[in-house]
């Protein structure tokens, strides 16, 4: 049987349960240098109810079968049929329980798909989430196989002092030849892609942690050679993860160890392997020399989205990948939580709201759309997107805004108390909501069906003479790439009504029904309410905290907006108002043909803008927010057809000119208010200054026209963030300059040997606007220290250029498309997920101006015809073209 994997597609509804029962399993896993030898040992029976000839069907990916045993004895080769691809055996027990023991080979060193186990910098580690453990051993690598895990792990006592695998520490030994072993014991049981085993000469930082029924943990995390000193921030990060999540969720830790290893060659970002989360070094390693605030914040980030998925993920796992929102949406929705108490609820709502439009609203009005339960794939590995997580994540902060906070955290109690140990699903989920609320959810539960953005119409209508306000609230869906339903769906909408003095107003309509507290539970596709005696015409603010993922269709007067952006008690409608105003008129202004206007912005939305930035009694961080004008890939998404990238930015630059002219003042005051040679502290009311500090650079930058102040403030920078701003600054506005060449090279000769700074020093010339900078790009990608082979640093260069550079990936002569799409067929054969997941920069394909979609079409079908294709470059290929 020959297993060719392209193409076939998994469908949720062709679930069913596995025809063998595995009970438990003991991995001895041999290290040696080019090799790496596994014997896995299985305690298994046939479930009841299924054919007792059924044969035993296991997955497998690259691998070789070194032996096979049934209860100790060799098969005979008639019995089953072994393939790179998967390991078929006929003739087994019928009933009783039975052992198999199966013996595979693989070579570490050659995996450069870093799935499965492999080799970075001389370590062994592995990462089997989604389907890597095939790669390992013939398994059934699927999430709904529950089963301890016992690991044996010898290595070389040389390259391996250190070994580790999930759960807790067992047996140590040495052995003959230099080499010696460690067991592991993984009491909970888990899917196997939670599996992990890291092998190799690794520096320990250690610390303890007391939960709160007083049990001790050991908590370490592991770094390469001379790099433990870097791991500091993100231990404390863990420790107030574990904290927080007794004091908010009620959840301890179950292990008495947890350990982290920071990993230079990783897929992603991170993995939540059972007691060993393995880490990409970029979300574990920070110093104020080569990080940067932003860099801060993403490991505190990482380390408590890995840390919370202990319980929604491993306690409870999913049932099938379909559910794959399950864990991460939820995740994600916690680690938001997380970091917004730990530093400021608003500025952390702007960020993810900010992520979700600039990442997932394109991707779920394009041709990549998927519902946030998709009910099939091609490659699994592709759904780990933008939807799946940070949609995801909004579904459960619409739970949690229906709910109200004690009813949301007694669903979650009833969650964890309910399926704890179970491998899950969202029906499920949703379900513990019903129960604890006695609420209907099932109009709800459409969210998780339906792809696409809903679009929010918002009608109001004010009668002076009886004092009388009306709002309409209306909700659409267009069918979009994924062909799902467009039904109406319950979304909580969030509103306030001002009065002039920014008070909020009681909200007891006459008509339309009950509003608990500021929640309108709009269900219908269209319902109005009825305001009586409101005390003169007030200003809607709507869409509170963006408590529903939605696009807002609100003709509302720019007077009312300004209004609302200086008075609004909801701080993130403040920052709202004056974000949508901003890519409302930039997207006008660049989606038309004629010239666009000296001021596409206008004078009054200017002032307001600097009105707040300006203000010394709002948050720092708040204000650098307002100053952040919408990307232009936003701009572009606003604009929806026949977009010039090109015309895009001109626009938007003419657009910071005007702010930048208008308000010298405020910005060399911000400038020096926030000196470079400051002391620096990652907290994120520091962060916050100097965050302002440096957009007020770039705008004191822009109307001086020249780098100096720039080149200055990199000079004397005393941190990261600072200097990488400088940098920034001289890189996108005077790419050419001799200033600019002269940062870039101290820069590198500073950094040339950290891996992550250095990724920074490509990645910000790669995003540098301007069609030029192809050619910069060409040159970089035969520097030295460039490489495809690892996913940070193809990610620096190839992925910045597609995915963060619209002027010149979309060069009109399409140049930028040629040469990129030659990059990824040489990545591809190397790593297909990074491949495939680079290649989603093509998305927007089909909203370009014409000339630049017929290039782009030729590019893509040219892609398409290739026959070597991975089968993730293949998927989102096809699925970007159909
Ligand atoms: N499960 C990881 C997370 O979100 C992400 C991941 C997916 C890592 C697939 C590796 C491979 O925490
Ligand atoms: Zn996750």
């Given at each position: ?114 799935m ?14 989604a ?16 089963i301890?895990?016992?690991v ?55 610390d ?22 870097q ?16 004091r ?47 860099d ?19 306690r ?20 938001q ?19 979700l ?67 899950a ?53 267009k ?23 920014g ?20 269900s ?61 008129r ?120 020249h ?95 597609a ?77 970007t073209?159909?």
């Open positions: 049987m020959l297993r060719t994997d392209t193409g076939q597609t998994v469908k949720l509804d062709a679930y069913s349960e596995t025809d063998f029962v595995f009970e438990s399993v003991f991995l001895t896993i041999r290290l040696f240098d080019g090799s790496a030898e596994i014997e896995s040992e299985i305690r298994l029976r046939r479930r009841e109810g299924s054919g007792a000839d059924a044969p035993l069907v296991l997955d497998g990916d690259e691998l070789t079968l070194t032996f096979l045993k049934l209860d100790g004895d060799r098969l005979p080769d008639a019995d089953y049929d072994a393939e790179p691809g998967g390991l078929t055996i006929r003739s087994l027990p019928a009933a009783e329980a039975f052992t198999l023991t199966i013996g595979t080979r693989i070579v570490p060193e050659e995996n450069t798909k870093l499965g186990l492999y080799r970075s910098n001389g370590i062994w580690c592995t990462q089997c989430e389907e890597g453990f095939r790669r390992i051993t013939y398994f059934y690598d699927r999430p709904d196989v529950l301890p895990y016992k044996r792990i010898e290595a070389p006592k040389v390259a391996a002092p250190i070994l580790l695998s999930n759960g807790n520490p067992g047996e140590t030994g040495d052995l003959d030849s230099g080499r010696h072993f460690a067991v592991w014991d993984d009491p909970f049981n888990k899917p196997s892609y939670l599996f992990a085993m890291v092998a190799g000469d690794l520096e320990r930082v250690g303890t942690f007391r939960t709160a029924s007083g049990h001790d943990v050991t908590l370490a995390i592991f770094t390469d050679k001379g790099r433990s000193h791991a500091g921030y993100a231990m404390d990060a863990l420790k107030r993860s574990m904290a927080w999540d007794e908010r969720f009620g959840r301890e830790y179950d292990l008495d160890v947890f350990n982290i290893v920071a990993i230079s060659d990783f897929n992603m970002g991170a993995m939540e392997n059972k007691g060993l989360n393995v880490f990409n070094h970029k979300y574990v390693l920070l110093d104020p020399d080569t990080a940067t605030d932003q801060y914040a993403g490991v505190e980030t990482v380390i408590a989205h890995e840390y919370f998925h202990n319980w929604t993920g491993n409870i796992t999913c049932r099938d990948w379909f559910q794959l929102c399950l864990k991460e949406g939820l995740t994600v929705f916690r680690d939580e997380f970091s917004s108490d730990e530093r400021e609820r608003t500025v952390q709502r702007i960020g993810s709201v900010r992520r439009k600039s990442m997932q609203f394109p991707e779920d009005q394009g041709p990549l759309q998927h519902p946030v339960r998709p009910s099939e794939y091609r490659e699994i590995s592709n759904f780990y997107t933008a939807t799946i997580y940070d949609k995801g994540a909004e579904l459960v902060r619409m739970i949690a805004t229906l709910l109200g906070p004690e009813d949301f955290r007694a669903g979650m109690d009833l969650y964890f108390e309910r399926h704890d140990g179970d491998a699903t969202i029906e499920a989920f949703v379900k513990v909501f019903e129960d604890v609320a006695g609420i209907d959810l099932s109009s709800f539960a459409l969210w998780y069906h339906q792809a696409g953005t809903p679009t929010l119409t918002v009608t109001e209508a004010y009668d002076e003479a009886e004092d009388r306000y009306t709002l309409t609230l209306a909700q659409s869906l069918q979009g790439a994924a062909g799902t339903g467009t039904k109406p769906m319950l979304m909580p909408v969030k509103i306030g009504l001002v009065g002039p003095n008070e909020d107003r009681p909200l007891n309509p006459s008509q339309g029904g009950e509003i608990r507290e500021d929640v309108i539970q709009l219908e596709a269209e319902e109005t309410f009825v305001f009586d005696k409101v005390g003169g015409r007030p200003y809607l603010s709507v869409l509170r905290d963006f408590s529903a993922p939605v696009t807002l269709d609100h003709d509302q007067s720019e007077s009312d907006r300004l209004a609302l952006a200086r008075l609004d008690p909801n701080p993130f409608n403040r920052w709202r108002i004056l974000n949508d105003l901003i890519g409302e930039l997207a006008a202004a660049a989606g038309g043909t004629s010239e666009p206007a000296q001021n596409p912005l206008g004078d009054e939305l200017v002032t307001a803008i600097l009105e707040t930035a300006g203000d010394d009694r709002l948050d720092p961080a708040f204000r650098a927010q307002v100053l952040n004008v919408p990307a232009d890939t936003e701009i572009a998404r606003l604009i929806g057809e026949n977009v010039d990238p090109l015309r895009v930015y001109e626009t938007a630059t003419r657009a910071r000119k005007t702010i930048a002219t208008a308000g010298t003042q405020v910005f060399e005051r911000l400038v020096a208010a926030a000196p470079a040679d400051a002391a620096f502290s990652p907290d994120a009311a520091s962060a916050g200054k100097r965050a302002l500090a440096n957009a007020a650079l770039g705008f004191a930058t822009l109307s001086d026209g780098p100096d102040r720039a080149f200055a403030r990199f000079e004397k920078a005393s941190n990261m963030t600072d200097r990488q701003a400088a940098l920034a600054i001289l890189v996108f506005r005077f790419p050419e300059h001799e200033t600019t060449h002269r940062a870039l090279d101290a820069f590198y000769a500073r950094y040339e040997d950290d891996a992550l700074v250095l990724d920074k020093w490509f990645a910000l010339q790669a995003a540098a606007p301007g069609e030029d900078t192809l050619d910069r790009v060409q040159k970089l990608s035969t520097h030295p220290r460039f490489t495809l082979k690892n996913p940070n640093r193809a990610r620096s260069l190839i992925g910045s250029f995915g963060m550079n619209p002027t010149a990936f979309h060069r009109r002569d399409g140049r930028g498309y040629a040469w990129f799409c030659e990059r990824l067929i040489e990545l591809d054969a190397i790593n297909p997920q990074i491949s495939a997941r680079m290649a989603t920069a093509f998305r927007a394909w089909r909203t370009l101006e014409s000339e630049r979609r017929a290039k782009a079409e030729d590019a893509l079908r040219d892609l398409a015809k290739l026959p070597h294709l991975s089968r993730d470059l293949r998927d989102i290929v096809d699925r073209l159909a």
